[in-house]
């Protein structure tokens, strides 16, 4: 019980911030994918160097245990990857900027875009059997991070992509990595 | 105090300034509910229990049984959370209301029917889901979760994803890319 009152408060941020930075525009999103607006980018990868910075040291003092981390199973992750981006920069959403459209009174998102993901989801469900085992086998290396894979320090992992991260905002901010919009009519 | 009052009522922050609101929420999220963030894992739990309403013998399977078991959960209770989110901040900022068609870009990308944004959404929704189940996570259940505890797959997720958003881009503006 205590657990789904948690995951509703940490819903609510998490949709919260999606509104404020925007995600829930297509123009947003279809702006990332042209390169004029690199909103997403940079929201996202904000968000990853902030959590690692703070959970990788609480690990490695053995304060806490990383819950199961995503599977790599490369084939799978890529394909999957290729597929998303299709209908991701068609539709101009993905699961979670959809629902919390759908939460600020956009009517498209609700309501086709709702019938789309279940939709999609019973579809997934329904041919699992098929699908995924195949795929999923392939160059699995199973629950695992980077640090752990390569046995490199995690803390040098950690300050190495967030000055990867850091990089990558000087050269779309300061650098012209962000392209011009075209005019539109 | 005002100053923060303030820019809870602005209607967009920094993406730098949200970013780090949604990585304390991944923080939260590791250390307090030993758990990640995501959204597709939602939509295969309401699914399941819509289709096992429906057609019970169909629904009857592996993967709604025990992969992602029909009905509620801690992945929908995230997603009603993330719905509510929405709503939060948009009467944050006094911009919430029921509406359709609100997107400009939409209007010169694909033209103002309405029938068309409500068929490309469906269609994109989708396979939206579809590749979510394959690759094993959406854009918050692999990308944003993997990629915050620095998981390959989120990695190779992204990059999949923004190689063929750009080109898909690149087929639907043509010469306005």
Redesign the interface.
Same mark, same amino acid.
């Given at each position: 019980m205590n657990e789904y009152i948690l995951a509703l408060v940490l819903g609510v941020m998490f949709g919260f911030a999606l509104n404020k930075a925007g995600l829930t525009r297509y123009s947003t999103i279809a702006g990332q994918f042209r390169l004029t607006d690199m909103a997403v980018l940079k929201f996202i990868m904000t968000a990853l160097v902030v959590t690692m910075i703070g959970v990788y040291p609480l690990r490695l003092l053995g304060v806490i245990t990383f819950p199961t981390v995503p599977s790599t199973y490369i084939v799978g992750n890529l394909v999957g990857g290729l597929i998303f981006g299709v209908g991701m920069s068609l539709a101009g959403f993905c699961p979670g900027t959809m629902t919390a459209g759908a939460g600020e009174g956009k009517l498209d998102y609700l309501v086709p875009g709702m019938l789309g993901f279940l939709t999609g989801a019973a579809l997934f469900g329904l041919t699992y059997d098929k699908v995924f085992p195949p795929i999923s086998k392939l160059l699995n290396y199973g629950s695992v991070v980077i640090p752990d894979l390569w046995n490199i320090n995690a803390l040098l992992a950690v300050f190495v992509m967030a000055l990867i991260t850091l990089v990558l905002f000087y050269l779309i901010d300061r650098m012209g990595w962000q392209r011009q919009q075209k005019k539109l009519d | 105090m005002s100053w923060l009052t303030k820019q809870i009522q602005?209607e967009? /922050?920094s993406?730098?300034?949200?970013?780090?609101?949604?990585? !304390? =929420?991944?923080?939260?999220?590791?250390?307090?509910?030993?758990?990640?963030?995501g959204?597709?894992g939602?939509?295969?739990n #309401? &699914?399941?229990a819509?289709?096992k309403a429906v057609a019970p013998d !169909?629904?009857n399977?592996?993967?709604?049984n025990f992969?992602?078991p029909a009905g509620?959960s *801690?992945?929908v209770?995230?997603?009603?959370? #993330?719905?509510?989110?929405? @709503?939060?901040?948009?009467l944050?900022s006094r911009?919430?209301?029921?509406? @359709?068609?609100?997107?400009?870009? /939409?209007k010169?990308?694909y033209g103002p029917q309405l029938w068309k944004? /409500?068929?490309?959404?469906?269609?994109?929704?989708?396979? =939206?889901?579809?590749?979510?189940?394959?690759?094993?996570? +959406? @854009?918050?259940?692999?990308?944003?979760?993997?990629?915050? !505890? !620095?998981?390959? &797959?989120?990695f190779?997720?992204?990059?999949?994803?923004?190689?063929?958003?750009? +080109?898909?881009?690149k087929i639907?503006?043509g010469k306005? *890319?």
């Open positions: - | 602005k967009l /922050w993406p730098y300034g949200a970013g780090v609101l949604l990585g !304390l =929420v991944g923080i939260f999220t590791v250390v307090f509910a030993n758990r990640l963030l959204a597709s939602g939509f295969e #309401i &699914a399941g819509l289709g !169909l629904f399977n592996t993967y709604f992969v992602m509620l *801690y992945a209770l995230l997603l009603i959370g #993330i719905f509510f989110g929405g @709503t939060l901040g948009a944050s911009t919430l209301k029921v509406r @359709t068609m609100d997107d400009g870009q /939409w010169q990308a944004r /409500w068929l490309l959404l469906f269609v994109g929704g989708i396979i =939206v889901q579809y590749a979510a189940g394959i690759a094993g996570g +959406c @854009t918050s259940g692999l990308l944003i979760s993997g990629g915050m !505890l !620095l998981a390959p &797959a989120a190779l997720f992204m990059a999949g994803t923004f190689a063929s958003g750009i +080109c898909t881009a639907i503006y306005r *890319y």
